[in-house]
């Protein structure tokens, strides 16, 4: 198993570009997140999808989108990047829905992000 | 809403032991976790402990759990200079599987 992949691993945009980070993974996972981690901070929460055809906002959703057409694949996209969306984006899944370790979560390498 | 606390830094000699203190404010917290981040890497599953035990050990690290305090530790004996990262606490409550972060303590191993 690959695990959680993200694409780009680093990325420059100019303000007011957009882009799609892309998220996959290989473990029929049913939960998936997004996190951004900003420089000496903890794990924010952007986005976080339940399943298939299913998400939800997290702590920090301003200025984002995503969606999750299949259990693999859970994509975050930004329309109008801005200075204040420079950071690491992590992905990340979970088998999640009960109690037990199931809710462990997988994360991904990250995306660095830097717009200008 | 949930909140968790972490002292920024720690450092320590080779073949010490490190202790790494969390705080928590959610009660009704299900599981608590600890994660590493080298640098440049995105974050890896350490142990995790789930609320209604006090004390984790695996290897050489052991998690200890006082619920009634809100607090959680992570000691991780025989330290070594891989152990240097980014250590983070995290608790989560059973709902969507979402998970509340603290802001990491860097652990620096010194030779």
């Known amino acids: 198993n690959a695990g959680v992949t993200q694409t780009p691993k680093f990325r420059i945009l100019k303000i007011g570009q957009s882009m799609t980070l892309q998220c996959t993974q290989d473990m029929n996972h049913n939960y998936m997140y997004w996190y951004r981690q900003d420089p000496g901070m903890g794990l924010k929460l952007i986005y976080y999808s339940v399943g298939a055809g299913i998400t939800d906002k997290g702590e920090v959703p301003n200025g984002y989108n995503v969606s999750r057409s299949t259990t693999e694949d859970f994509p975050l996209r930004l329309e109008l990047a801005a200075p204040s969306q420079t950071s690491v984006y992590f992905c990340a899944s979970s088998y999640g829905g009960a109690t037990g370790d199931l809710e462990t979560q997988y994360f991904g390498p990250g995306t660095r992000l830097l717009v200008l | 809403g949930e909140d968790v606390e972490q002292s920024l830094f720690l450092s320590v000699r080779e073949g010490d032991s490190s202790v790494i203190n969390c705080t928590y404010t959610?009660?009704?917290?299900?599981?608590l976790y600890w994660y590493k981040q080298e640098p440049g890497a995105g974050l890896q599953l350490l142990t995790y402990i789930f609320s209604n035990m006090d004390m984790k050990q695996d290897q050489r690290l052991t998690v200890l759990l006082n619920k009634k305090d809100k607090h959680l530790s992570l000691r991780i004996a025989d330290t070594q200079t891989g152990d240097s990262a980014i250590y983070f606490c995290?608790?989560?409550?059973?709902?969507?599987?979402?998970?509340?972060f603290g802001d990491g303590t860097t652990l620096t191993v010194k030779p």
């Open positions: 995290a608790e989560s409550t059973n709902n969507a599987g979402k998970s509340t």
């Open positions: 959610d009660s009704s917290s299900t599981y």
